[in-house]
């Protein structure tokens, strides 16, 4: 089990950065895919961006270029750094975890939450 604490969220104005952190606590953070995902009001919940076990990336195509995710697991802590900020990146910021290989995950794996931070930027 992993479980998953998330930091570094606030009220920002357009334009300006945040980074946010995902501390794992539990089995260590090396055999987990981790990713952010995020929720507006009203909406569905989206993927944000996911790093694999190697490291490699995925983003969403609304943040592709303003942020960036990475891993140390060393320090079981996922950093998101986001710049850039809009409007239309406010939502509730979760932190996810779900054991893989690459940026393959296993079927049978479980996901683990965290219990999500606020991000807001005002129009």
């Known amino acids: 089990q992993v479980q998953l604490v998330e930091s570094g969220g606030g009220l920002v104005q357009p334009g300006e950065s945040l980074r946010l952190s995902c501390v794992a606590s539990?089995?260590?953070?090396?055999?987990?895919?981790m990713a952010w995902y995020r929720q507006a009001p009203g909406k569905q919940m989206e993927l944000v961006a996911r790093i694999g076990t190697g490291a490699k990336t995925v983003y969403a195509d609304s943040v592709k270029g303003r942020f960036t995710l990475s891993r140390d697991n060393a320090k079981n802590t996922v950093l998101m750094r986001m710049s850039n900020l809009k409007p239309e990146d406010t939502a509730v910021y979760y932190c996810h975890a779900r054991e893989g290989f690459d940026l393959e995950y296993v079927p049978s794996a479980v996901a683990y939450w965290g219990q999500g931070i606020q991000v807001t930027v005002p129009s």
């Open positions: 539990g089995n260590g953070l090396s055999p987990y895919i």
